[in-house]
């Protein structure tokens, strides 16, 4: 069964704190994405790579970072973290080829205090 | 990528067909229609799509009108499962990124 997995399903940090969220997908995908969740806002794209060490700025990249040093891992970063990264961030794989079908991890509800 | 415009909540007795209807009148002739489901907790789940024939699987029918400026998914004998958001999409076939709007949020009433 494909599976991607968000390292953790629950974070609470601190204004000012670094914060990296993990994702790690075992279906051999080129594409890696990171979106946020917020409600009444929908899903937003934040950082998207379709191969180790390339990285595209998707919607709202501001205050983000990414890095994808194996194909298999796509890291979220939060240089520093403030109140308003306070989301639901869900990353999600595909095939390079047709990109067709989306998996998606069970998400990781960030909350900075 | 085209717009699509959905309804923001339906609802749907349980064991009723669910009929999810999407908006697309900007669609271009290189574009899929894409449907999505959010279950409360989860991740989005990939339903079905279709360029302009019409599809079934295991989960759902896809009507797309002979225009493609509309299209209909269709949830055969609703259950209570299948209460959640779903997301209409439409893209192109280049390898870009899926743009989620807002979704029609479905509730499976007993």
């Known amino acids: 069964d494909v599976k991607v997995t968000q390292s953790s399903r629950y974070l609470v940090k601190r204004t000012g704190e670094k914060v990296f969220l993990e994702c790690v997908q075992d279906m051999d995908h080129e594409n890696m994405f990171w979106y946020r969740q917020d409600p009444g806002l929908g899903l937003r794209l934040i950082y998207f790579?379709?191969?180790?060490?390339?990285?595209e700025k998707g919607d709202i990249p501001e205050g983000y970072s990414v890095s994808r040093e194996k194909k298999e891992r796509f890291s979220l970063i939060l240089e520093s973290a403030s109140t308003n990264q306070t989301s639901m961030y869900l990353c999600?794989?595909?095939?390079?080829?047709?990109?067709?079908?989306?998996?998606f991890g069970s998400g990781t509800q960030l909350s900075v205090l | 990528d085209a717009k699509t415009t959905q309804p923001p909540s339906m609802d749907c007795a349980e064991g009723r067909a669910a009929n999810l209807p999407c908006n697309h009148s900007t669609i271009s002739g290189n574009e899929y229609v894409y449907w999505y489901r959010q279950i409360h907790s989860q991740g989005p789940q990939y339903i079905i799509h279709g360029l302009k024939n019409n599809e079934t699987n295991e989960m759902a029918s896809l009507i797309i009108t002979e225009d493609r400026k509309s299209s209909t998914l269709i949830l055969p004998h609703a259950t209570l499962r299948d209460t959640a958001v779903y997301y209409c999409?439409?893209?192109?076939?280049?390898?870009?990124?899926?743009?989620f709007g807002k979704g029609t949020r479905l509730s499976v009433i007993a």
């Open positions: 999409i439409v893209r192109n076939s280049g390898n870009t990124p899926l743009v």
């Open positions: 999600a794989s595909s095939l390079f080829q047709t990109n067709e079908k989306l998996f």
């Open positions: 790579s379709y191969d180790v060490k390339m990285k």
